[in-house]
């Protein structure tokens, strides 16, 4: 029934190898190392023979769990606790910024007037006019999906928050203004997106949509709210509402907006068909590192759609096509096949999907779209605390330096809930939605139980730090708890999520682990910690095919009450089942023990064909059609340019994919798109191989490898990070000073991040009851 992870038979290291891998290290004779009772025990420190191995709490030895998998050398550690032997890192080195920005920019083919511009911006702000008075069109007849159908609760946790609109419209007149530059100096499409960057928007009627450069003050010990001011050079890289980095230049058809859409690019529900529902149950990840992903995503990224006064409307509730007149201009509706298999049954043909929010460009230059992201891209726990200052404040009580709650029935604490946002499903509590630092809080059961954790955490840990701090006012409470939050969450996502995402050699190779003792000093004001469209649009995205259709509901800690399952399908969007703690304690237990779903091209029906399906629909939307359809909304070039990127050569043709993809997924696309270039990124994204000791393949890992690394590398509060006046201060044994320190490397989260569940693999490394222990119910 298990399987185990698919690596290519021909390939099997990272693209690019430029640094020796870390593999020697267990080839190392750990059986000869034993006592001569047959005790293994962990070699000394040897100057000629780095890297250091130590025994240490397994926890530590996270990055290597296959390698102990295969090769067990379990230990005790000092403290008496269950331990394994792996080696000490001492420093790291990144190879980042291996897709340095190339200047693509292509000659003006002649200089523009004055007049022209001024003209091309005129028209450009009566399109944008046009679009939003179909507002009031829509508004007047009524244009917008029903409460209780998917497409509402897909805009429900996709729409643009204020700030995100404001930019998103000013976005629309930039890119409008470049289409009809592009038009008038008769720009073919391959050149216009660069080609128009000569061009300033500053230097027109526009020039109040260019964002300012906040005033920074560089010796400020804690994160901003929005991130500005990170990097003091610029500082609004990684700031909320700007737009995202590409690796690869747009492929839109029109060189500016129009997206990738050219005759022979089968449509996306064509090959989201490919994708199946087979339940293939994963032998290692438990169904936390499906969550722990989501999480991860929910605080870098969030791209989200236009909307204006209410959810734009792009199929009739019966998933028919709108008559022209009646779609709204930003619509972007995925085309159902008649034959479609599953939805056939249904009559659907038309699925709601709405544009991607775009930004003025960070340069503030004419030229191609790119989309907006809503969030911090810092891994700054801003899916907890917010990504403006706005949100930020909304959440907090402001006493203690803790956060808002709510508390049923005296001790079972919950997310606040808002009485203003009523876009949630539920109707024996009325539509009830809880706030969190993301938006998307409500998405999904497992999600919003997250949520819950890392808040009660941050309230312990304001608790704890008000007692030994009583000189402490509510401000520096709350930022040292922020502060201490963050770093746990960067913590867990470097030392166990990645490694198992990635495998041990990408991390060494991208300088991404953590360090076994002491500070680390990559931080490079030149590494640009925004998020990469291929990133969000596509590789990170993997974690769908983690997801399973429902959660194993065990009643009690000894697993001898089972409860049922909870359907993913049957709470999208609705998180009233979480106002019972026993349900709650439940979802966390399976968290603990479940199994995520095998990687692979089979995706959970939840998603596949019931996403945000509502109680009175019997279907829902199709995230892999979406996901594909999001590349194409943003241009995302093919699968092919992403090997060259990461350096392999181009496939020729179908059969040289082999080397990267598995057969079942090559046999079935090459059959629908007419030019191995076409094929999309995030169909390769699902069909590679995965990479020795992780999960994802070789294309994928190599963008995920890179946008982690400019997330370490890049961020200045990053909590390793040494030598700086917000650095963490080394740990110490004094009683006073121990709460407050995160200590690099010195504590892992076993013995500092109690109440938090960052159980990544199966139990061999934990004991889940401790786990469950260790929930702080306040
Ligand atoms: C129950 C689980 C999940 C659900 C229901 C879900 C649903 C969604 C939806 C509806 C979108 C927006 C699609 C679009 O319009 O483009 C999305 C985007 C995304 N998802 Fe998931 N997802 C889940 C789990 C995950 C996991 C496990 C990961 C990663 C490991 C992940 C990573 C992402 C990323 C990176 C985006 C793009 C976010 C952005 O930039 O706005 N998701 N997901
Ligand atoms: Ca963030």
Redesign the pocket.
């Known amino acids: 029934q298990y399987q185990y992870y698919q690596y290519s038979p021909v390939y099997s290291a990272p693209l690019v190898s430029t640094r020796p891998d870390l593999s020697y290290v267990f080839n190392y004779p750990y059986n000869v190392l034993r006592t001569p009772g047959g005790e293994p025990w962990c070699p000394a420190a040897s100057a000629n023979q780095p890297p250091l191995f130590q025994c240490k709490p397994a926890i530590r030895c996270s990055p290597w769990f296959i390698e102990l998998l295969y090769n067990p050398w379990w230990c005790t550690a000092a403290d008496g606790s269950f331990g394994a032997c792996c080696p000490d890192i001492l420093k790291t080195t990144s190879s980042v910024a291996r897709f340095p920005e190339s200047s693509k920019l292509t000659a003006m083919p002649r200089d523009i007037t004055k007049d022209e511009m001024s003209r091309a911006v005129t028209v450009a702000r009566q399109h944008v006019e046009e679009i939003s008075a179909f507002e009031w069109h829509a508004w007047t007849n009524m244009l917008a999906p029903w409460q209780n159908s998917a497409a509402y609760s897909?805009s429900a946790?996709?729409y643009a928050s204020l700030i995100g609109q404001q930019e998103g419209w000013k976005g629309l007149q930039s890119v409008e203004a470049s289409r009809k530059l592009a038009n008038v100096l008769k720009l073919e499409p391959k050149y216009a997106g660069f080609a128009l960057q000569h061009l300033c928007v500053k230097e027109t009627a526009l020039s109040s949509i260019c964002r300012a450069q906040p005033a920074c003050n560089a010796s400020a010990l804690y994160r901003t709210y929005d991130a500005s001011c990170n990097n003091l050079a610029y500082p609004n890289w990684g700031r909320s509402n700007s737009p995202l980095e590409r690796i690869l230049p747009p492929q839109y058809a029109d060189g500016i907006w129009a997206p990738r859409e050219w005759p022979g690019l089968p449509p996306v529900d064509t090959v989201s068909r490919i994708v199946q529902d087979v339940d293939y149950p994963d032998n290692q990840l438990t169904i936390t590192v499906?969550?722990w992903?989501?999480l991860?995503?929910h605080d870098i990224?969030?791209?989200p759609?236009f909307l204006n006064n209410s959810a734009i409307q792009c199929c009739t509730g019966d998933g028919k096509y709108l008559s022209p007149e009646r779609t709204h201009p930003l619509c972007f509706p995925i085309d159902v096949d008649h034959d479609n298999e599953f939805y056939s049954q249904f009559g659907v043909s038309c699925h709601d999907?709405v544009r991607s929010v775009v930004a003025p460009r960070e340069d503030c230059k004419f030229g191609y779209a790119d989309q907006l992201?809503q969030n911090t891209a810092y891994l700054d726990a801003s899916v907890i605390y917010g990504s403006t200052e706005k949100v930020a404040r909304s959440l907090r009580e402001y006493a203690g330096g803790r956060m808002r709650v709510t508390v049923i029935g005296g001790d079972y604490v919950v997310l606040p809930v808002d009485p203003d946002r009523k876009d949630c499903i539920s109707d024996e509590y009325g539509s009830q939605c809880f706030v969190a630092g993301d938006q998307r809080v409500n998405?999904?059961t497992?999600?919003t139980v997250l949520h819950i954790v890392w808040l009660r955490l941050h309230n312990k840990y304001a608790n704890q730090l008000a007692l030994v701090n009583p000189q402490w006012d509510d401000e520096q409470l709350y930022q040292e708890t922020k502060k201490i939050v963050s770093a746990l969450v960067q913590h867990i996502t470097y030392n166990e999520y990645l490694p198992s995402v990635l495998g041990p050699n990408l991390m060494e190779e991208y300088g991404l682990l953590p360090l076994s003792t002491g500070y680390t000093y990559t931080y490079d004001p030149a590494v640009k910690a925004q998020i990469t469209n291929e990133f969000?649009?596509a590789a990170?995205?993997?974690?769908?095919s983690?997801?399973r259709n429902y959660n194993e509901l065990w009643l009690d800690d000894t697993y001898s009450h089972y409860g049922g399952e909870l359907y993913?399908k049957d709470w999208?969007n609705n998180p009233k089942v979480l106002f019972d703690p026993v349900i709650f304690n439940a979802l966390l237990r399976h968290f603990i023990t479940g199994t995520a779903q095998n990687f692979d091209e089979n995706v959970a029906d939840a998603?596949h064909h019931y996403?945000f399906k509502s109680p009175y629909q019997s279907w829902g939307l199709d995230?892999i059609g979406?996901?594909l359809w999001?590349g194409r909304d943003h241009g995302i070039a093919g699968y092919n340019f992403y090997l060259e990127a990461c350096g392999s050569k181009r496939a020729a043709n179908f059969d040289e994919l082999l080397a990267f993809m598995r057969p079942t997924v090559v046999e079935k696309i090459k059959y629908l798109y007419k030019s191995v270039d076409d094929v999309d990124l995030f169909v390769g994204v699902l069909g590679e191989w995965s990479i020795k000791g992780g999960i994802v393949g070789p294309v994928t890992s190599c963008i995920m490898a890179d946008q982690f690394a400019r997330l370490k590398d890049g961020d200045r509060f990053f909590y390793e990070n040494g030598k700086q006046p917000h650095s963490f201060t080394p740990g110490s044994n004094s009683p006073n000073l121990k709460i407050f320190l995160v200590p690099t490397g010195f504590y892992s989260v076993y013995e500092f991040g109690q109440g938090t569940v960052r159980h990544i693999r199966h139990s061999r490394l934990d004991d889940p009851q401790r786990v469950l222990d260790s929930i702080p119910n306040v």
């Open positions: 897909y946790t996709t499906m969550h992903g989501q991860v995503a990224t969030h791209v759609t999907f992201n998405q999904y497992g999600l969000a649009t990170f995205r993997y974690g769908h983690l997801i993913l999208f998603v996403l995230l979406a996901n999001r």
